[in-house]
């Protein structure tokens, strides 16, 4: 079951002037840079109460994120929702109809243990579950 928002992550060009501007708009300083290899990514954390935000820049121009942005611009990529078992998670959610974009979790950022729901089947959102790894 998805107990909570886990992050918002938002596509940025440009990480450095991105977090100059969210720690404007937070009044605070992100509290982590990260890179992503698999998923072509660098990334950069802000904590706002319980809830994370997560800034992706691209550092493939054939990573998910670089086309996003191609696409649709800056904004908005996906919500991720924390799960407590997400092997559990994706076999309920398959059952029940969504389609996953990964059929087994990949290592995300931040220590989770991640997989995507495809945009078409959850009316055009992009779902992240995540799971800390243990």
Do not use: W
């Not at 649709?72 to 994706?90: C, F, P, Q, S």
């Amino acid at each position: 079951m998805l107990k909570k928002v886990e992050h918002i992550g938002i596509a940025v060009k440009s990480l450095d002037n991105a977090n100059t501007l969210f720690s404007k708009l937070f009044g605070k300083e992100h509290y982590k840079i990260e890179r992503v290899e698999s998923e072509g990514v660098n990334t950069s954390f802000f904590m706002l109460g319980e809830t994370k935000i997560e800034l992706l820049e691209a550092t493939k121009s054939d990573s998910a994120i670089a086309k996003f942005i191609e696409k649709k611009g800056e904004g908005i990529h996906h919500i991720a929702y924390e799960v407590e078992n997400i092997l559990e998670e994706m076999e309920r959610l398959k059952k029940e109809g969504f389609e996953l974009i990964n059929q087994q979790p990949k290592e995300g950022a931040d220590n989770k243990l991640i997989c995507f729901l495809h945009p078409k089947s959850t009316n055009g959102i992009l779902v992240e579950l995540c799971q800390e790894r243990k």
